[in-house]
Every structure is written in structure tokens, then in C-alpha cells.
């Protein structure tokens, strides 16, 4: 029998191969366990019609000015938008591998003007919990040495959108998790997290 569950967004944040799609998949499997009630989703989410727009620059297809990926970033979040608040509404934990912090750490790199992206992000839900997995970008690249898209092959710019996401954190209070950790290590820090916010 499952037990009622409080409603919960969590978003897990980080570089390209930081672990956010293992550790996403990890805690929604112990939540389930527990009997709480989950759901999750990943952005960019290439399902949609603007997630496959996105996919196709990503991959070198098409060209794109950077205040339309912005656009386009932000849009397929909405969406979504709906599903998860619905998901939320029906008493589900919803939990998301990636969210508009990482559109705003790539913006900023960029030279996106921070007031303008925070108002198209305006009316987005926002998440109850965000837990930053911190790696290097060299470890970032020794991960994952071929097949990778525009944006991660680059380490400056790696190591750039590395120090926006630790500058984020620090002034919007996530939880930093030290990504260089083994998987099994991060789990039970990030479920002690999860476990006080859940008490």
C-alpha cells in the first residue's frame, strides 16, 4: 500500500556528465521503495516539437542566434509545465534532471542580459529543492571522449558554466554534492537530503 507522499520538485543541476541522469534515476527507485509516489523528467526534453528544434542545433544541424536558444530553451520547458504541476497537484515527487538554472548559467556565459532571461522564465514553477553535482570540466571530458555536442567538448567553456553554476548555488542556497565522489557515495548524501526535507 502506498503512503500519502508530500508533494516535492526536485531538480538535479551540473556539467555534462556530472551524473545527474544516474542520480535521478537512483533516488526516484528509493523513493519508490519507500512507497512515495514519483515522477521524472529531463530537460532538454527532446519528446517535444521544440525539444526536437533543439536537438537538431545541438547536434551541428542548425544554426540558431543565442537569444532564440535561450527562447527555445525556456519554451520547452513550457511545455511541460502543466505536467508537472499536475503531477505535483496529484501528490507525486517530481524529479528533474536539469531545469532553468542550467539555461542561466549558459546564458550567462554567453553574455545573455541576466534580467531578460529571468523574465521569460517568469511563471515557470519553481523547484522545492535544487542539488548542484559539482565536477570538474576535466573530469567532465575524461568521461565522455567522443559523441559529444556543441557545448561539451569545449573546456574553457565547461570550466566557465562550471564556475556560473557554483556562483548560482551559493546565492540561491542549493545543496552542493561533490560529484568526483563515487555514485554509491553521492546517493546517500543526496537521500540524506532528501530524507530531512521528507521528515
Known amino acids: 500500500m502506498r503512503k500519502e507522499s508530500r508533494a516535492l520538485f526536485i531538480v538535479f543541476e551540473g556539467i555534462d556528465q556530472a551524473g545527474k541522469q ?6 526516484s527507485s528509493a523513493l519508490s521503495h519507500k512507497g512515495c509516489r514519483v515522477k521524472t523528467i529531463s530537460f532538454p526534453d527532446y519528446d517535444t516539437p521544440i525539444g526536437r528544434e533543439i536537438k537538431r542545433f545541438l547536434e551541428g544541424k542548425k544554426e540558431l542566434p543565442i537569444q532564440l536558444r535561450y527562447l527555445l530553451y525556456t519554451a520547452n520547458r513550457w511545455e511541460r509545465d502543466g505536467d508537472i504541476r499536475k503531477w505535483l497537484s496529484e501528490g ?10 542550467s539555461n542561466l548559467v549558459y546564458g550567462i556565459v554567453q553574455g545573455l542580459d541576466v534580467d531578460w532571461m529571468l ?13 548542484l553535482i559539482d565536477i ?44 568526483e565522489q563515487s555514485v554509491d557515495e553521492i546517493s546517500k548524501e543526496i537521500r540524506k537530503i532528501i530524507d530531512l526535507l521528507l521528515a
Open 119 to 131: 523574465t521569460v522564465e517568469k511563471g515557470l514553477i519553481q523547484p522545492d529543492l535544487t542539488i
Open 136 to 179: 570538474s570540466e576535466r573530469t567532465s571530458l575524461q568521461r565522455k571522449q567522443s559523441n559529444r555536442d556543441i557545448y561539451e567538448g569545449k573546456i574553457e567553456f565547461l570550466k566557465s558554466v562550471r564556475n556560473a553554476y557554483l556562483e548560482l548555488a551559493m546565492k540561491d542556497n542549493w545543496k552542493i554534492i561533490n560529484g
Open 92 to 101: 507525486y515527487i517530481v524529479i528533474s534532471d536539469r531545469y532553468s538554472a
Open 22 to 27: 544516474t542520480q535521478v534515476e537512483r533516488l
